[in-house]
């Protein structure tokens, strides 16, 4: 039998505090929650999910270094680097293999600042404002057969 595909749900700076961060913004679901949430979901589409968060940079680039050279569609919510880190957006360039971009809140619907994405123009897609459905929208994007995927 062979392995179910591989798929990288990668989380940025303080979404490891979900549930006690804010959740009248970001909800009241715990990381612990997402990453459960997430993996049953993978499983039920096929796929071997590996949830991870961090709020280091340089980590997260070497994990969508690691999404590059396996060939890993990645789910990515890049927290507030996705406003201003041009390194992993340079990093995120380099996939080969789909990366959905994700937020749980509507960015546009927010500070300035948050209004630009300079991750969103190498990605194959955005999905934000849903909570934690943004990240469910994300994978099942992943499960469709690719030629219904026109960013990727
Ligand atoms: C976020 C939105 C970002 O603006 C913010 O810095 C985050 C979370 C979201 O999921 O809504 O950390 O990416």
Not at 23 to 29: A, I, L, M
Not at 125 to 152: C, D, H, N, Q, W
Request: hydrophobic residues 40%.
């Amino acid at each position: 039998m062979t392995a179910p595909p591989r798929v990288l749900v990668l989380n940025g700076p303080n979404l490891g505090r979900l549930g006690s961060r804010e959740p009248d913004v970001y909800g009241s679901t715990s990381y612990a929650g997402l990453v459960e949430r997430c993996t049953a979901l993978g499983e039920e589409l096929g796929f071997d999910v590996e949830v991870r968060e961090t709020n280091d940079e340089a980590e997260m680039i070497r994990w969508l270094h690691e999404a590059a050279d396996g060939s890993l569609p990645v789910v990515l919510n890049p927290g507030a680097f996705t406003h201003y880190s041009y390194a992993l957006r340079d990093a995120a360039a380099q996939r080969t293999a789909p990366l959905v971009e994700v937020h749980l809140s509507n960015p546009y619907a927010r500070e300035e600042f948050r209004h630009t994405s300079v991750v969103a123009a190498v990605a194959s897609g955005t999905v934000a404002g849903f909570g934690i459905g943004s990240y469910f929208l994300a994978l099942r994007s992943l499960a469709e057969p690719a030629e219904k995927r026109p960013g990727s």
